[in-house]
């Protein structure tokens, strides 16, 4: 009885959180601008690379979760290496700082940023998007990176300088491989933020510099668009994607790690 209490709350709580999404998917492929289905079509995909805004927000929304990932995961790499060597105590401080945007909600940030920018009078637009994307993107590379540094062996970094190696053939091919989950795991975090992001990027942005998720949101301002579905379909696959990839990956290693 347990059991199937157990598997009913599990099937309602995956439903609550699904059912609209399914929805959603289901009348991008609805030939009407309606909310009753009148037929299978896929005329808002192909209206989607007609929309010369909608092309534009997926090339700067592509193109802020590229540059802002590889970024991040460099920063957020090199600043956990350093974390690790910190005391326990120096890290512990350091640790709960990083805390700190992981746990302010998304309008905080944005603001805070955006009184940044403007008190520095820095422009808005597509570096304001991608300084933003960073900020909120390299405490969740640190935390990826963090627990492989944790371990490993500390003293093989040291073994590998005392037979010659140079700090940057050691990181290469000593601490790199070691920690490259991690990263690898980071990356996909924080390119799935990014793409999904709306708050911050709402709040650091200029017009005519819009991600999609502001493009969608412009949109559903002037009513129901079938196109809204479309894109929504397409942001949730992407993200659906890279999880299911990260996901294959990280079970890969651990049998593999299990043998």
Same mark, same amino acid.
């Given at each position: 009885?347990?059991?199937?209490?157990?598997?009913?709350?599990?099937?309602?709580? #995956?439903?609550?959180? /699904?059912?609209?999404?399914?929805?959603?998917?289901?009348? $991008?492929?609805?030939? $009407?601008?309606?909310?009753?289905?009148?037929?299978?079509?896929?005329?808002? *995909?192909?209206?989607?690379? @007609?929309?010369?805004?909608?092309?534009?927000?997926?090339? *700067? %929304? &592509?193109?802020?979760?590229?540059?802002?990932?590889?970024?991040?995961?460099?920063?957020?790499?090199?600043?956990?290496? +350093? #974390?690790?060597?910190?005391?326990?105590?120096?890290?512990?401080?350091?640790?709960?700082?990083? /805390?700190?945007?992981?746990?302010?909600?998304?309008?905080?940030?944005?603001?805070?940023?955006?009184?940044? /920018?403007?008190?520095?009078?820095?422009?808005?637009?597509?570096?304001?998007?991608?300084?933003?994307?960073?900020?909120?993107?390299?405490?969740?590379?640190?935390?990826? &990176?963090?627990?492989?540094?944790?371990?490993?062996?500390?003293?093989?970094?040291?073994?590998?300088?005392?037979?010659?190696? %140079?700090?940057? /053939?050691?990181?290469?091919? &000593? #601490?790199?491989?070691?920690?490259?989950?991690?990263?690898?795991?980071?990356?996909?975090?924080?390119?799935?933020?990014?793409?999904?992001?709306?708050?911050?990027?709402?709040?650091? %942005?200029?017009?005519?510099?819009?991600?999609?998720?502001?493009?969608?949101?412009?949109?559903?301002?002037? +009513?129901?668009?079938?196109?809204?579905?479309?894109?929504?379909?397409?942001?949730?696959?992407?993200?659906?994607?890279?999880?299911?990839?990260?996901?294959?990956?990280?079970?890969?290693?651990? @049998?593999?790690?299990? @043998?």
């Amino acid at each position: 009885m347990i059991k199937i209490l157990k598997k009913a709350y599990l099937g309602i709580i #995956i439903l609550i959180i /699904y059912a609209p999404i399914v929805l959603l998917m289901a009348f $991008s492929f609805n030939d $009407s601008k309606t909310t009753s289905w009148q037929g299978f079509t896929l005329q808002w *995909y192909f209206d989607l690379f @007609k929309d010369y805004q909608i092309k534009q927000s997926f090339e *700067y %929304t &592509v193109t802020v979760a590229v540059v802002s990932t590889i970024c991040s995961v460099i920063i957020g790499t090199l600043a956990a290496i +350093g #974390i690790n060597q910190m005391t326990e105590w120096k890290r512990n401080i350091v640790m709960s700082v990083t /805390y700190i945007p992981l746990l302010s909600p998304d309008i905080v940030t944005g603001i805070s940023l955006m009184m940044l /920018y403007s008190t520095l009078h820095i422009p808005f637009g597509l570096i304001t998007l991608i300084l933003s994307h960073i900020t909120f993107s390299v405490p969740y590379v640190i935390l990826s &990176v963090m627990p492989r540094l944790r371990t490993m062996n500390p003293n093989i970094y040291e073994a590998a300088l005392d037979l010659g190696a %140079t700090p940057f /053939y050691a990181f290469k091919h &000593v #601490i790199l491989p070691e920690i490259l989950p991690g990263v690898i795991s980071g990356a996909f975090i924080a390119f799935t933020l990014s793409l999904d992001d709306f708050v911050v990027s709402f709040f650091n %942005t200029a017009s005519g510099v819009t991600t999609l998720s502001i493009q969608i949101y412009s949109m559903a301002r002037k +009513g129901v668009n079938p196109k809204i579905n479309a894109i929504s379909t397409i942001v949730f696959v992407t993200i659906l994607i890279i999880l299911i990839i990260n996901n294959m990956r990280a079970n890969k290693k651990f @049998k593999e790690n299990a @043998k």
